[in-house]
Nanobody, 126 residues
Framework: QVQLVESGGGLVQAGGSMRLSCAGR??????LGWFRQAPGKEREFVTG????????YYADSVKGRFTISRDNAKNTLYLQMNSLKPEDTAVYYC?????????????????????WGQGTQVTVSS
């Protein structure tokens, strides 16, 4: 089973950039995603990438600022975050779907993923 470990979180000023990484023992053919959860709020979809890596999808709130990418050779998922805003402050989780999926489909709901990392805190100061 895929195990996921996030890294790269921390404190950054508004307008800054940060890159998160998510390492897995093997991503194989898993569809992958990033979610976040702010205090008092539900976990929300940020971005996802299809099993093939050829399709991505972004939440409107991060579109144009965040970029997801995967390197299957390194078993690593990345989230490049630019132009960060205080409202991006949250715990960020990477997720993998162990069940099969269409090679070009991006899953956007928490129930579609069954393997989760422990999360990494991202704090954006104003």
């Amino acid at each position: 089973q895929v195990q996921l470990v996030e890294s790269g979180g921390g404190l950054v000023q508004a307008g800054g950039s940060m890159r998160l990484s998510c390492a897995g023992r093997t991503f194989g053919r898993s569809a992958l995603g990033w979610f976040r959860q702010a205090p008092g709020k539900e976990r929300e979809f940020v971005t996802g990438v299809s099993q093939s890596g050829g399709a991505t999808y972004y939440a409107d709130s991060v579109k144009g600022r965040f970029t997801i990418s995967r390197d299957n050779a390194k078993n690593t998922l990345y989230l490049q975050m630019n132009s960060l805003k205080p409202e991006d402050t949250a715990v960020y989780y990477c997720a993998a779907r162990s069940q099969g999926s269409s090679i070009a489909y991006v899953h956007r709901y928490t129930y579609e993923y069954d393997i989760w990392g422990q999360g990494t805190q991202v704090t954006v100061s104003s």
